[in-house]
Nanobody, 122 residues
Framework: QVQLVESGGGLVQAGGSLRLSCAASGRTFSTNVMGWFRQAPGKEREFVAAAALSGSTNYADSVKGRFTISRDNAKNTVYLQMNSLKPEDTGTYYC????????????????WGQGTQVTVSS
């Protein structure tokens, strides 16, 4: 089992920034890929970004150029730096792990966190 704990969510004005963190514990040798998803009220959960141990990354088109994913492998932690936030970025952000970037990007995660709320006001 892998436990994922997210932090860093909050309320921010449009154009502002937030940094999310997700710390993994337990069987962390299985966290080859770590990433983020989000779910807005009344919408399906969607992929945001993913990062592999190899350094490869992938982003949703809607966040490219504004969000940056990074990892501290020694701490089993993944970060999501979110800049130039927009009201449409509002939602619950979930951390997830997977075996490959492709699998995680398509929602086939092995483990999920409980989520952290991000609210962007206009």
């Amino acid at each position: 089992q892998v436990q994922l704990v997210e932090s860093g969510g909050g309320l921010v004005q449009a154009g502002g920034s937030l940094r999310l963190s997700c710390a993994a514990s337990g069987r962390t040798f299985s966290t080859n890929v770590m990433g983020w998803f989000r779910q807005a009220p009344g919408k399906e959960r969607e992929f945001v970004a993913a990062a592999a141990l190899s350094g490869s990354t992938n982003y949703a088109d809607s966040v490219k150029g504004r969000f940056t994913i990074s990892r501290d492998n020694a701490k089993n932690t993944v970060y999501l730096q979110m800049n130039s936030l927009k009201p449409e970025d509002t939602g619950t952000y979930y951390c997830a792990t997977g075996s490959t970037i492709l699998r995680l990007t398509t929602g086939r995660a092995a483990y999920w966190g409980q989520g952290t709320q991000v609210t962007v006001s206009s």
